[in-house]
Structure formats: structure tokens, C-alpha cells
């Protein structure tokens, strides 16, 4: 009986059409299946009670036992509000509402204990709460859970329809009653026992009213293995079965490549260089269509594997291209590649926004008649006008700034074969994160720096220490090397405000230093006198750029030395270690300042604490998808990946790592399913929702 779980919610014991209306506007809640997936979003632990005088700032939602008194109501018509005290032996906390006012003064009682829970804030150095919840303390029936659910519920269910945590309870109590003997195991008896799983139905019991702490994380376990294990299932079979659909060119042959790095290339190779070339080499003898994600931090140096890569297709008679976020880092990868195609006897062209229609004409002929062999731009490059005679390989550089759509259009070039795909990002994705985003593409890691680059040194300093900072600027542009400031302001939502801090900001570096010449950048400007200015300082015209974040992505001066960040507060902590990467690429020492006022929030005290401590991209990656949450990182609201139940991205990778395990396991033995004992996997896999998850093919 499956449809059993996509039973009305109205139907239900005691909930009635108005209410199953109001569940569904308000928490979007549609069916029974949507109720028993709604788990707590925490535990009221009855054991666990923090002594008044040891709460501060810092605590998460606490609680705390006492007895009330000086309740009393103040202020009038939209000030009123309901102050209260309530006293353990160690203090007094005073607690306030805004809201339900009138109904708070019908239940709340002095002289009564209470069991407070809340978020505490210190103010004047006493702790305070706003909007508490109470509960009587009453006698603990003997037997009676411990662990009370907590449910999210909207102000409005809550102050006008009486649809608090504990109603919800209630009808999810109701449900479980009816719907645990409608439960199927989704997973097969084989990994139940092989990682020691929970039985779904127990699970499903103990996630709502679980019995102790220790049933509840068995059931926790049991509910994240299944959903990141299908999360995974689904993701490698599309993998297998685009292997084996799939073909692609073969680039076996390398006379040209041979010769660049015999004659031409200025450096060697680092480890991991080779490796990652090696990797894509293998991919393009295969005969199949790669997709690969390369990663590699800011400096890695990334952009010459993709220049041997496009010589690859290049000796194979294939073209390719190269697609940049930005004009700035698509104009210098152009001018860096062009000195080596030069020589090699390569046509390599530029398209831009800012492309002339002639040269664009000449360009798409060129393109078409396959006298270009490699192409350099922007999105500009994705418009139906461009087309290719054979288009072998397509490479996207800072890939988290494209859209998915945009990926497709790339497919779609080459109408015989399916151009390879690369994408490289210095955005450190953490494992856990790529494994799920990019489970059907195949990774690649830089994970090592040319040789002979020093740490960039990092300080953080207050905005009242400006003049040190200026004179530290001073010396070391006196030493020949050039500084960036940069200033918080997004390209996309400039607001007024920041605007004027960065003009302001010009102008005070401006008169700071009258002996110098000074650039800026930022995005109000058109394309071109953005390219202009940054061709000033990459020639050293200029020793100061001021400048936005437009300069984040990728651009190389390794003749600048200095980053100095404004506002650090208002940067995210990837962000932060991006435009550090822009220092440190030349051979001297480099240095980030991170500029702030004192009043740092705990957040921004970690971000900054961090960046001083490490310049390890991937275990920021890791700290910032801890302090942000997945959703937030680089867009990935939109992949559909990360609207997951129970599962989380930043804390749960182990369990990802081990359902990964399993996924690829029973596709090795029985990659159909098609086996007895994986007909559960089966039967659950064909029942989920048809959103696939797809990132590397949009077809
Ligand atoms: P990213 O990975 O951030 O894109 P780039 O490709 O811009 O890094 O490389 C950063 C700098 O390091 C460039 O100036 C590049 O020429 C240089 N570089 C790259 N590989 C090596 C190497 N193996 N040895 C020395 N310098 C290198
Ligand atoms: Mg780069």
C-alpha cells in the first residue's frame, strides 16, 4: 500500500480541512509522508539544565530551572511587553515578551518553577532572554520520555491557531500510530547489517520520541545513511551510464605538446601538475566523453594544465576553448597563452563583451572554417552565432560562476561528438560537498604549490592602526612591489552606500599618498575602463589598486605583493582566502592585511582568526561551509542537491563517505539491481521523485 503516505494530511485524526490548510501554507506540509519526514529540529533534554550564572552570549538555545517572579506587564499599545524574572540558586535571569501578551498574562504565574528555555544575551552583564518558552515543572511520570521533540512552527500557527511544537507532537504521536505498519524497508537486509542500521519503522519511531539519546542517534544514523546512500546511488548510476553511452575524440597524438615543454614552457612541472595532466591524458585516449572537475588552490597554478590540455586537442585536430567569469581574467589568460601559441604556430583568439562586431565576424569564420584553433572568453563565447568546424574540448575556468544552462549551451557545439569537458575552480570544495555536487563528474586536486613560493604572511588589524598600515605600505612600495585595497562591494547589488566607502576610501589613499600613482576598479565602470586600469598596474604604471571584488577571480601580477582588505567583517571566508590569492604569486614576500573595526561579531572573530592561522584553501573551505552551511556556498541553493530531510553536508562526512562506499559497492556486484536481496533499493530508488540531480549534463 504505498500511497498510503501520500495520504491527505486533512484525513487525519483531529486535523480537519482548515488546519491541513493551514499546514500546508505555512510549513508546507501536503501529506502524511510530509509529517513523518518532518523531524525535530531538536530535543528538549529534561536532564540538562545550565545554572543561571554560568549563561553568557555565546550559548546556543539553553535551559534553565527556576522560580518566577516580578512578572509584570509595561508600556502601552504597540511598546507593551511582559517582563519577568526567574531565579535559581546561582542568579536571576530577566526575561521579556513582545508578543501574546494578553495570553501570557492569563497563564504565566509567579511563585511557580519553571523550565525556561531560550537564547541568552548579556546586557550590562546580566543575562536576559527574549520570547522564552516556559513550562510548569510538574512531575516526571515515571518512564516518560526524556527527549521531547521540538517542531518548527510559524508565528502564526503558533499566536492565532494554537499549531505550537507541542500540537505538532501531537499529531505527528497520531500518525505514527497508523503509520509505522505502513513503513517499507527501503534499504537491503545486506547493508542493515553490514553497518549495523536501525530498522526504518524503529528509526522513524525514535526520531520523533526517541526513547534515549542513545536510540536517537541510531535512528539519526540510520536516516542520514539512507538519504546520502541514495543521494549517492542515484548519482553514480548516471555516472555509469553516461560512460557507456557517451563517446568522445580521441587526442592520442602530442608532437606539439612534446615540443612546448621541451623548448617553451619556463618552468617544470610540479607533482601534481603532471599527475592532473596524466589523468586528463588517460581520459582523452579513452575513446569516452571526459568530465572532469580539476581543483586547485589560488596559485596552484591551473591555468598552464589547461593550455597543455588545449594543445592536446589542438595536435588531434580538434579546437577548444576556454571560458572565464570575467573580461579581466579572460583578457589575461589571451595575452598569457598567445606569447606560447605564438610560437608554436597556433591561431588563438579573444571574445569578449566588448569585441568589435568586424573582429567578431572575422573570428566566427575563423572559428567555423577551423583555421582558430583555440578560443579565449567570456559567456560571449556561449552565443548561438559561434560556431566551431570541431570543437573537441571545452574548458571553464572558476566554474562555480556559471550556470548550469550556460554548461549546456557548451554541449551543444559540437552537434557529432560531445566536446570533453573541464572544469577547473580554486574554490577548495569541500569533499563532502564535491562528493555530493560533482558524485557523476571525476575529480582531479592540485594540492601542491610551485616550487619556491614563501606562506603569505597574514595579520589582522584594527582600523585605528590605518597610519602603521599606510607606512608598512609606504616601505614596501618603496621596494618596488605594488599593494591591492579592497573594498566590500558586490558587483551585482551595489547599493549607494558602498559606493561612497569606496570613493572615500580612494580619495583618503589618494591624499595618503600624493608620491604614488594609484588605479580603481570597480564595477559601475564599463568593460573597458575596467581593462584599461587594470592594464596600468599589471605594467606597473600604477603601484596602488583600489579596487572591489571585481579583481577576485583569478587575475595574476606577480609583482604585487600587498592585499589589504577593508571591511574584513563584511567578507565571506572563501571570499576572504580568494583575494589573499591574489598575492604571493611572484617570488617575494607576500603579505594580506585583514582591516576591521572592534565590534566583530563571533562569526567574523572566527573567519579572521582563521585566515591569520592557516592558508590551507581546503580547511577553510571546510570551516566556511561550517559557518555558512551548504546551501550558502558558491550558489549551490539551485542544485536541488542540498534539500536534504536530515542529512548534513558540513558535519555528516562520514556517514557520505560510507554510503558512498556502500552505493558503489552493490553497483559493482549488481549494477542493474536486478538481484533478490537489492530489491528494496530497487522498488525505493523507482518510487523518488524524478528531480535528478545533474550537474554535468543538461540535455
Ligand atoms: P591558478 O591555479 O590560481 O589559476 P595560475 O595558473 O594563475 O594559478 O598560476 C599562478 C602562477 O604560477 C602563474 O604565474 C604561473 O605562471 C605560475 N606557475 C604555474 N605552474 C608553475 C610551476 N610548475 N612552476 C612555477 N611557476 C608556475
Ligand atoms: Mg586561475
New binding site residues.
Partial sequence: MTNFFQTKLEYLRGVGLQRAQLLQKELNLFTYGDLIQRYPFRYLDRTQFYNICDLHDDMPYVQVKGILRGREVLGEGPKKRMVAKVADASGELELVWFKGVNYLEKIIRNHQEYIVFGKPTMFNGRPQMAHPELEEVTEQKPGQSYLQPVYNTSEKLKNYHRIDSKALARMVADLLKIALPQVQETLSAELIQHYGLMDKATALQQIHFPQNSDLLQKARFRLKFEELFYVQLKLLRQRDQRKVTLAGQIFKEVPTLVHFYKNIM?????GA?KRVIHDIYKDFCAGQQMNRLLQ??????????AFISMLMAADNGAQSCLMAPTEILADQHYT?LKTYADMLGLKIGLLTGSTRTAARRVLHEQLRSGEMHMLVGTHALLEDVVQFKNLGLTIM?EQHRFGVAQRSKLWQKNPHVIPHVLV?T?TPIPRTLAMTLYGDLDVSV?DEL???RKPIVTVHRFDSNRLKVFGFLRDQIRLGRQVYIVYPLIEESETMADYKDLMDGYESVARAFPEFQISIVHGRMTAGEKDAEMQRFIKNETQIMVATTVIEV?V?V?NASVMVIESTERFGLSQLHQLR?RVG?GAEQSYCILMSGYKLSKDSRTRIETMVRTNNGFEIADIDLKLRGPGDLMGTQQSGVLDLLIADLAKDGRILSESRAAAQAILHSDPGLNQPQNQAIRRHIESLPATAVNWSRIS
Fill in positions: 619556463p618552468f617544470d612541472l610540479t601538475q586547485g588552490d589560488v596559485g596552484s597554478g591551473k591555468t598552464i594544465v598569457g575556468d577547473m580554486a592540485i610551485p616550487a619556491g583569478g595574476n606577480p590569492g604569486r
